[in-house]
């Protein structure tokens, strides 16, 4: 079974709104990745952050992390038609598994 | 393009058949990865490899799934006798040894239609 899942499973926003994408794991993570999807396409990296870190940037995204909670969060601000994808979380757990295990995904839909 | 590339892009066969595909990870990138994703959901992992050395494999590696990376550089999959449920996208990922070993970078994929 896979090991995230995101929170919504579908989402469509204006452009120009704000998009927030959840995702929540299992076990304890050496990190967490974001990556982002197009349709029928391979993955793309967005972002890491490791499980020492609490909010990390990058550009017109946000990534927090509760390992506590075992969540994460990705905001997109000032979102853009371009922006159109899936995006899914990936955690690489502290066995030293060389193995990244993703949600399910979050689609999201930005109207222009 | 230095990035990883992946062959074919689509192939669809029979029931029955073997296939295999191709993956050319970055070039200074150590490890290679496969994974599978089928329509809705996020990726699952295959296998692992470390230079030639394949050095992980999932419970979702079946006896029909086999994977090399002779010489360490590109690599291949076959999946013999093809079932229906086989049909998948399949990922392929490199990364390297030091730094930030797992983050991953992917290929196209390769899209796997059995009939």
């Known amino acids: 079974s896979q090991q995230g899942e995101e929170d919504p499973q579908a989402l469509s926003i204006q452009e120009g709104e704000n998009a927030t994408m959840n995702c929540s794991y299992k076990?304890?993570?050496?990190?967490l990745q974001w990556y982002r999807q197009n349709s029928g396409r391979g993955l793309v990296h967005l972002i890491l952050i490791r499980s020492n870190e609490r909010e990390k940037h990058s550009g017109r995204l946000r990534v927090t992390l509760d390992t506590s909670k075992k969540s994460s969060s990705l905001l997109i601000t000032a979102s853009r038609a371009a922006d159109t994808a899936s995006y899914f979380c990936?955690?690489?757990?502290?066995?030293?598994?060389?193995?990244?295990?993703f949600g399910t995904g979050t689609r999201l839909t930005v109207i222009p | 393009d230095t990035g990883v590339s992946q062959d074919p892009r689509h192939k669809i066969t029979k029931r029955g058949q073997n296939v295999t595909f191709r993956c050319d990870p970055i070039s200074e990138h150590n490890r290679l990865y496969w994974y599978r994703q089928t329509l809705g959901q996020g990726p699952e992992f295959l296998t692992y490899f470390q230079n030639e050395a394949q050095l992980e494999k999932s419970r979702l590696l079946s006896d029909r799934f086999s994977a090399e990376r002779p010489k360490g550089s590109f690599s291949t999959l076959e999946i013999q006798r093809t079932e229906q449920g086989d049909s998948a996208m399949y990922l392929c990922?490199?990364?390297?040894?030091?730094?930030?070993?797992?983050?991953?970078?992917f290929g196209p994929g390769t899209r796997l239609t059995v009939l």
């Open positions: 076990t304890s993570i050496n990190n």
């Open positions: 990936a955690t690489a757990d502290q066995t030293g598994a060389n193995n990244l295990f």
């Open positions: 990922a490199s990364s390297r040894d030091r730094g930030r070993p797992n983050e991953q970078f």
